[in-house]
């Protein structure tokens, strides 16, 4: 919680439709740059992970999608007409509240919001991690590029710095053990 001259600035949780979370943080941004928004509404959050997956092509595909589906964050200073204005956005269902009567917009503990970007920041140092932290040993992969594609087996190492897995595959009847990149499997 910050204050400034009286003012209190805390985080609340918007509901908003589920897969429209970015487009009510683009709206929510351009609100607050462009109006009175701005005055009372401080920063909006929409925590992400990035996604890595393969196409049907073999190629490495990253996606960013939201930690919290269902849910943004914003920090603004709240009063009646903050709250309105907010809560009738296009896309935001309503705040999550307190259990008061009338139910008023419950903030979010400052641990949780520094957890949240914590975790963003700590994406974005690290670079995209190729998702061999994924993989677990005794999981079930396909190998899906290389001389052994198609060939299921388990994995028995996992690798971190070189960012490889070793995988078990049954060659004639024989386990054979492979080293792999993580973009050559996917999960079985």
């Known amino acids: 919680m910050a204050e400034e001259n009286n003012i209190v600035k805390r985080w609340y949780a918007l ?11 683009e709206l929510l941004e351009a609100e607050i740059k462009n109006s009175d928004l701005g005055l009372h509404v401080y920063q909006v959050l929409l925590p ?18 939201p930690r919290m589906s269902g849910y943004i964050f914003v920090e603004a200073t709240m009063t009646g007409e903050i709250e309105y204005e907010l809560r009738n956005t296009t896309n935001i269902i309503d705040f999550v509240r307190n259990r008061e009567n009338p139910p008023k917009p419950e903030p979010v503990r400052e641990a949780e919001i520094n957890r949240m970007l914590g975790a963003a920041d700590s994406d974005a140092m690290n670079e ?13 992969v ?19 710095e070189k960012r490889t897995l070793k995988v078990m595959v049954k060659v004639f ?8 990149e993580n973009s050559q499997v996917e999960r079985e």
């Open 173 to 180: 009847g024989r386990k054979t053990p492979l080293e792999l």
């Open 15 to 25: 509901r908003t439709i589920s897969g429209k979370e970015q487009k009510v943080k």
């Open 142 to 160: 396909k190998v899906i590029s290389g001389p052994f594609n198609g060939f299921i087996g388990e994995i028995e190492e996992v690798n971190r």
């Open 48 to 65: 992400t992970e990035k996604i890595v997956s393969t196409s049907r092509a073999g190629k490495k595909v990253v996606k960013e999608k």
């Open 128 to 140: 995209v991690d190729n998702g061999v932290n994924d993989y677990m040993v005794g999981e079930s």
